[in-house]
């Protein structure tokens, strides 16, 4: 037959056990919060380097074909190798072709040009925006061609 | 119910909420840890692609924009031409090795420095003077650049 006093003492362990294990649960609740808010920042943050990866790649692409074929739509039907766009044309004679380059991201690419004496500077501006339309990274790239003809719809 | 059934029982129920609690806590410990490795795996992914494949691809479209001339000798050769000297770029066995030779030099792809690991290292020309580097990161990722080939510098 057990002593009183060792079921108290048996008791005393029981319960003291479970205020352990609510200790232990609410530091770990407390650190799991913590961490969990580390693992969504450093996860945020590796989407977005692989996003400005490839809209560094994109862009550098995009201006390496435009620099040789001054021509946006040339430009697009390489870099899209055909892949569907939507292509606009502006009062002001800039052209503008736009295309999705994941779920997030909208591709633009405006060309407009400036007219010199010795013939066109065309000019490419490639911009990355997202959902809400606010700007990630653009960049401008320019063709020259010296030997090529002003067009009248170039020179209007 | 008398006391010492009373008491029996408040002892078996503080037994099944110490071990209830246990068991959230290891099952807890068991998503965190799950949750931590998948980020770390997620961040790893990331900076094998950046410095491996990513980094290859760069490395390739900045050493042809920097040379004189270039040949595409097959899917994964490339030789740059510069002053006095040619530079061979090739995959072998999923790493990227690159070459020096001297002009009149045989051209062979063995025997080069280890640069990168780039898995399906490929190099294509895309027509234009423009040719397409491309190589494959993790998880199916792959990570292309177009680059106009330089004309000029070729010896032999």
Excluded: W
Aim: proline residues 2%; hydrophobic residues 40%.
């Amino acid at each position: 037959m057990k002593s009183p006093i060792a079921k108290v003492r048996k008791h005393i362990r029981s319960n003291l056990f479970f205020v352990e294990m609510i200790i232990v649960l609410l530091f770990f609740s407390i650190a799991s919060a913590v961490i969990l808010r580390s693992f969504a920042a450093s996860d945020r943050l590796a989407k977005e380097s692989r996003r400005i990866e490839s809209m560094a790649f994109l862009a550098q692409s995009a201006a390496e074909i435009y620099s040789g074929t001054a021509d946006i739509s040339e430009t697009a039907e390489k870099l899209l190798s055909g892949k569907p766009y939507t292509y606009n044309e502006y009062p002001d004679g800039s052209q503008e072709i736009s295309f999705s380059m994941d779920t997030e991201t909208t591709v633009r690419l405006r060309e407009s040009s400036e007219i010199y004496a010795g013939g066109p500077l065309k000019i490419l501006e490639i911009s990355f925006s997202d959902g809400s339309g606010g700007i990630l990274y653009e960049t401008k790239t320019g063709a020259y061609f010296p030997e090529r003809t002003v067009t009248d719809s170039e020179r209007q | 119910m008398n006391r010492a059934d009373s008491k029996r029982l408040t002892d078996t129920v503080s037994a099944a909420g110490s071990m209830t609690l246990f068991l959230i806590f290891a099952v807890c410990c068991l998503i965190m840890i799950a949750a931590a490795a998948s980020a770390y795996g997620r961040i790893s992914e990331n900076y094998d692609d950046t410095f491996n494949s990513a980094a290859a691809v760069r490395y390739v479209t900045n050493k042809l924009r920097a040379c004189k001339g270039a040949e595409i000798l097959s899917g994964n050769e490339l030789l740059l031409y510069d002053d006095g000297y040619k530079t061979l770029i090739y995959e072998s066995g999923g790493t990227l090795y690159e070459r020096l030779l001297s002009d009149g030099q045989e051209v062979s792809a063995s025997g080069g420095e280890a640069v990168f690991k780039a898995e399906g290292f490929s190099v294509s020309d895309c027509g234009g003077g423009l040719a397409e580097i491309s190589a494959e990161g993790s998880g199916g990722r792959t990570f292309s650049a177009y680059c106009r080939i330089p004309e000029g510098g070729r010896t032999d």
